[in-house]
């Protein structure tokens, strides 16, 4: 906040109101003692340069617990919602001035796996008409790929002069080394009892493998469960990719067919595939929460092996090699065409890749997953 200070419209700069809360009133805890406390650290430092407020939904019941003694109220809503009802509704609480919609959706979230949410137009600039008719104030949610704002995923607007991108040609990765190796292991395994959540082990992003060995006590086929998978694992058995479970699509159950008279590994890489911050999954914890069970028998014990992925720059010693068994990090280099004197923003077309994370000069530049859509491209800022 020291950082934000000069630059608060009080003090000359173009910062005119700080979001204290969003949506709080939707939360269950429906604390005073904690919204009070929120508004005062934010008022040592914002004093009276910049506007204090807070988003709510409007419901009697959100606004019962989500406004803020002294912090302006405003609503938040898209373009279903009947502007001059929810104005009308937000005058009987925030008496005075102008009413704000500080969170207006052109669109929607759009998930993995779900179809790309779309909205037309002109049912934008029908809901936008309607607002400023009824002299209010707006602050729209441009982000192309949370809400399918009308701008692009860099969030530049259309303007006289077009923002230049590139063309950098095709590139071809080389395989470096399978994440089974022990050489990726950047964090020491741990073995416990049974599986570890993500945040037992200190980590908050990323994949962790999680192995067992198996012996043959069972008729095939044998009924694997994972209970309470966070969120989507890859099943293996002796570093052969077996089957998949995902939380979101309910499958945490497959069908094993072990050899008989040995024993197998059993390696079960779970993916946090991020964290909401709302509603029922305010407070989710990742990996497997429960018990892994073959035909309702609990197994184990295991090793855990994080991979939080914060940092790739140890790949760099890696020499590329000509097979590697997936799941696997790979890696290219190039140089920009000649005729390019400076570096100009594109775009990592993930088409035809099936599923990871992408980094460019160890900096992250998100997942792809393009048979699951919708993202299918990847921003690469200059």
Same mark, same amino acid.
């Given at each position: 906040?020291?950082?934000?200070?000069?630059?608060?419209?009080?003090?000359?700069?173009?910062?005119?109101?700080?979001?204290?809360?969003?949506?709080?009133?939707?939360?269950?805890?429906?604390?005073?003692?904690?919204?009070?406390?929120?508004?005062?650290?934010?008022?040592?430092?914002?004093?009276?340069?910049?506007?204090?407020? /807070?988003?709510?939904?409007? &419901?009697?019941?959100?606004?019962?617990?989500?406004?803020?003694?002294?912090?302006?109220?405003?609503?938040?809503?898209?373009?279903?919602?009947?502007?001059?009802?929810?104005?009308?509704?937000?005058?009987?609480?925030?008496?005075?001035?102008?009413?704000?919609? =500080?969170?207006?959706?052109?669109?929607?979230?759009?998930?993995?796996?779900?179809?790309?949410?779309?909205?037309?137009?002109?049912?934008?600039?029908?809901?936008?008409?309607?607002?400023?008719?009824?002299?209010?104030?707006?602050?729209?949610?441009?982000?192309?790929?949370?809400?399918?704002?009308?701008?692009?995923?860099?969030?530049?607007?259309?303007?006289?002069?077009?923002?230049?991108?590139?063309?950098?040609?095709?590139?071809?990765?080389?395989?470096?080394?399978?994440?089974?190796?022990?050489? /990726?292991? &950047?964090?020491?395994?741990?073995?416990?009892?049974?599986?570890?959540?993500?945040? =037992?082990?200190?980590?908050?992003?990323?994949?962790?493998?999680?192995?067992?060995?198996?012996?043959?006590?069972?008729?095939?086929?044998?009924?694997?469960?994972?209970?309470?998978?966070?969120?989507?694992?890859?099943?293996?058995?002796?570093?052969?990719?077996?089957?998949?479970?995902?939380?979101?699509?309910?499958?945490?159950?497959?069908?094993?067919?072990?050899?008989?008279?040995?024993?197998?590994?059993?390696?079960?890489?779970?993916?946090?595939?991020?964290?909401?911050?709302?509603?029922?999954?305010?407070?989710?914890?990742?990996?497997?929460?429960?018990?892994?069970?073959?035909?309702?028998?609990?197994?184990?014990?295991?090793?855990?092996?994080?991979?939080?992925?914060?940092? #790739?720059?140890?790949?760099?010693?890696?020499?590329?090699?000509?097979?590697?068994?997936?799941?696997?990090?790979? &890696?290219?280099?190039?140089?920009?065409?000649?005729?390019?004197?400076?570096?100009?923003? #594109?775009?990592?077309?993930?088409?035809?890749?099936?599923?990871?994370?992408?980094?460019?000069?160890?900096?992250?530049?998100?997942?792809?997953?393009?048979?699951?859509?919708?993202?299918?491209?990847?921003?690469?800022?200059?």
């Amino acid at each position: 906040m020291q950082k934000m200070q000069p630059h608060l419209y009080g003090n000359g700069g173009n910062i005119i109101m700080v979001q204290v809360e969003n949506e709080y009133g939707s939360y269950y805890a429906c604390d005073s003692d904690y919204r009070l406390w929120l508004r005062d650290l934010l008022k040592g430092y914002v004093e009276d340069k910049a506007l204090l407020y /807070t988003i709510d939904i409007c &419901r009697q019941r959100d606004f019962d617990c989500g406004p803020i003694p002294e912090v302006y109220a405003t609503v938040d809503f898209g373009i279903s919602v009947n502007a001059s009802q929810c104005f009308d509704f937000l005058k009987t609480i925030q008496k005075g001035g102008p009413p704000v919609n =500080s969170e207006f959706y052109p669109g929607w979230l759009a998930h993995w796996q779900e179809p790309h949410p779309k909205v037309t137009s002109d049912a934008v600039v029908r809901q936008m008409k309607s607002m400023l008719s009824l002299n209010a104030s707006i602050k729209e949610t441009l982000e192309n790929a949370k809400h399918s704002g009308p701008v692009l995923e860099n969030i530049s607007v259309i303007s006289p002069i077009p923002m230049l991108k590139a063309a950098y040609g095709t590139f071809h990765l080389q395989p470096l080394v399978s994440l089974f190796e022990e050489v /990726t292991h &950047r964090i020491t395994p741990v073995l416990s009892a049974k599986p570890l959540t993500f945040e =037992s082990m200190d980590i908050n992003t990323g994949f962790v493998m999680y192995e067992t060995i198996l012996l043959n006590k069972f008729e095939n086929p044998v009924n694997l469960t994972v209970n309470s998978l966070r969120d989507r694992a890859i099943i293996y058995l002796d570093q052969v990719q077996v089957g998949t479970m995902n939380r979101l699509k309910g499958n945490t159950t497959i069908f094993l067919d072990i050899e008989k008279h040995s024993a197998q590994t059993l390696s079960i890489l779970v993916e946090n595939q991020g964290r909401i911050n709302y509603g029922d999954f305010i407070e989710d914890r990742k990996g497997i929460l429960g018990h892994v069970l073959l035909d309702n028998k609990i197994v184990g014990p295991w090793k855990d092996d994080a991979h939080p992925l914060n940092e #790739t720059s140890w790949l760099s010693s890696i020499k590329p090699v000509e097979h590697v068994q997936v799941p696997a990090f790979y &890696r290219t280099q190039f140089t920009l065409p000649e005729d390019y004197t400076s570096t100009l923003d #594109t775009y990592l077309d993930t088409s035809g890749w099936t599923k990871g994370v992408a980094f460019l000069n160890d900096i992250n530049l998100g997942r792809y997953w393009p048979l699951a859509g919708p993202q299918i491209t990847l921003y690469v800022p200059c």
